[in-house]
């Protein structure tokens, strides 16, 4: 297993456009996270799953934010009619619930910037 | 205020000092707290996770939690260049399955 993975790893985008972040956790892990991450900041929950139920969802998640994730393995986090603000780093995180519980292991982001 | 204070930095030390980090926090619902180490343009790497009060020794690096004063600090023995990186730490109310909150991260600088 390769770890958390994250595509794109880079994306520019012109301010109003729609852009969507995948993640694939580590397998078999049961819960994913999504975090953001701006400069000189620690990364800020944004929403999770457990399988493919999305149990709770921060504040920050405005409407023009939905995360899905189908199948309980990949996931996707989509920003529609971006702003310059949603320029961030976007972080998944997955873990293990059963047979035993893990923390968090954190993909290597997707770095976003809306011009 | 933040749920989670830790200072910025950066904090600059020379090869082989003993580094101290720190974080403070509020909500006495924590009582799981982690560290993780982020290297510059990379997601968190995880390095230790204590629950409720305590110490923790792995290798060069010890994590200690003081939950009477909502305190936790990392050291870091006999530093190394490869240290370079900023650490965060992260706290919450379940077992690493429940949503961390992050402190905004030290940036360590080791100066070989």
């Known amino acids: 297993d390769t770890g958390v993975s994250q595509d794109p790893r880079h994306k520019i985008t012109k301010r109003g456009q729609n852009v969507t972040f995948r993640c694939d956790p580590i397998?078999?892990?049961?819960?994913l996270y999504w975090y953001r991450q701006t400069l000189g900041q620690g990364p800020e929950f944004l929403t999770y799953f457990q399988n493919e139920a999305q149990l709770e969802k921060s504040r920050l998640l405005s409407d023009r934010f939905s995360a899905e994730r189908p199948k309980g393995s990949f996931s996707t986090l989509e920003i529609q009619r971006t702003e310059q603000g949603d320029s961030a780093m976007y972080l998944c995180a997955s873990s293990q619930l059963a047979p035993r519980e893990e923390t968090q292991y954190f993909g290597p982001g997707t770095r976003l910037l809306v011009l | 205020q933040k749920e989670v204070e830790q200072d910025p930095g950066p904090l600059s030390v020379p090869e082989g000092a003993i580094v101290s980090l720190n974080c403070t926090y509020s909500n006495s619902a924590f009582q799981y707290f982690m560290w993780y180490r982020q290297y510059s343009r990379k997601g968190p790497e995880l390095l230790m996770y204590t629950y409720s009060s305590g110490n923790k020794e792995d290798g060069r690096f010890t994590a200690q939690v003081d939950k009477s004063s909502k305190y936790i600090s990392l050291f870091i023995r006999d530093s190394q260049p490869s240290d370079s990186a900023t650490y965060l730490c992260a706290m919450s109310a379940g077992f690493g399955n429940e949503k961390l909150t992050f402190g905004t991260g030290t940036r360590l600088t080791i100066i070989p």
């Open positions: 397998s078999e892990h049961n819960r």
